[in-house]
């Protein structure tokens, strides 16, 4: 997976400003600009907000065709595969980009798993309409981070992870009005939390349920019902999802051989990674490699 640093770079050629962290970024885009997001889709460890403000843009999510307009705000999490197919010649819109890690970090996270489709966990298609209302005082947050992103404010960093925190909170309020909230109980939403922390930084290792239980201090059968309550899918599509897309990242991105791969993922062997690439693309870690 491409950090967000490594990620811009490839979008955009170089760094947006000089001696960014690499944490946080945000910016208007535009028809051209939005589909060099397409270079790194899908392989990219942060977090996307992305909110129309005109014209339309169309993207394939998960093999569903959606369409956003004006006040659609859409929400790109790591490791799901996207690709931008239209963008209007008027389009016009504003991203927030935040690293993974402190995003799960972020203590408004935690609030957030207790909404149905919670764009954290992505229960559902990423596309939220919004009202004209609220679309406009979600974006005004983002041009307030864009102001501390190029400031040289002595406490920068703490505004803009408040500033960060204050969007989420302000992006919950405004799902609870537009979608019906279920609760989460705190014990199951600890965790939840716990195991999306594990995730990337043990699926290239541990592909199996028992170790992330063992990590949690909970049972085998225990995890993937806490899992399954929130998100409604299973514990081993995560790892899977997981284990796809770097796979697939690496068969486009490295010189490494398939038998490589299947070594730094910890498969048994080459067949054994390639029969589980094949199920999950349908087409051989060679023909995905050869395009």
């Not at 491409?2 to 945000?26: N, Q, V």
């Not at 910016?27 to 899908?42: L, M, S, V």
């Not at 993974?100 to 957030?112: C, F, G, N, Y």
């Not at 309020?173 to 195991?195: D, H």
Request: aromatic letters at 10%; glycine letters at 4%.
């Amino acid at each position: 997976m491409y950090t967000l640093r490594e990620a811009w770079i490839k979008m955009h050629g170089s760094e947006p400003f000089e001696h960014w962290d690499g944490k946080m970024y945000c910016n208007e885009t535009d028809a051209a600009i939005t589909f060099r997001a397409n270079k790194t889709q899908g392989y990219i460890a942060a977090y996307t907000f992305t909110i129309v403000l005109e014209g339309s843009l169309t993207i394939i999510y998960n093999g569903q065709e959606l369409t956003l307009h004006p006040d659609d705000l859409y929400i790109y999490s790591p490791g799901l595969e996207v690709t931008i197919v239209h963008a209007s010649a008027d389009y016009h819109g504003i991203c927030l980009l935040a690293d993974e890690h402190i995003t799960i970090e972020s203590p408004t996270v935690h609030d957030l798993v207790n909404i149905a489709f919670l764009p954290i966990v992505q229960l559902h298609q990423p596309k939220l309409a919004l009202t004209h209302s609220d679309a406009q005082r979600l974006a005004e947050k983002m041009h307030e981070i864009t102001s501390y992103l190029h400031s040289d404010h002595i406490h920068k960093l703490k505004i803009l992870q408040m500033l960060y925190a204050v969007f989420l909170l302000d992006l919950q309020s405004t799902q609870n009005r537009a979608i019906t909230q279920r609760v989460v109980p705190q014990r199951v939403e600890e965790i939840f939390m716990g195991f999306i922390r594990l995730l990337p930084q043990h699926f290239a290792k541990h592909h199996d349920i028992a170790f992330y239980a063992s990590e949690l201090n909970i049972s085998v059968v225990y995890l993937p019902r806490v899992v399954r309550q929130v998100t409604g899918r299973t514990v081993v599509d995560y790892i899977n999802q997981m284990l796809i897309l770097e796979a697939s990242f690496l068969l486009r991105t490295s010189e490494l051989s398939i038998s490589q791969i299947a070594s730094r993922l910890c498969f048994a062997d080459s067949p054994s990674f390639s029969k589980f690439f094949s199920r999950m693309k349908g087409v051989s870690p060679k023909e995905y490699r050869n395009g």
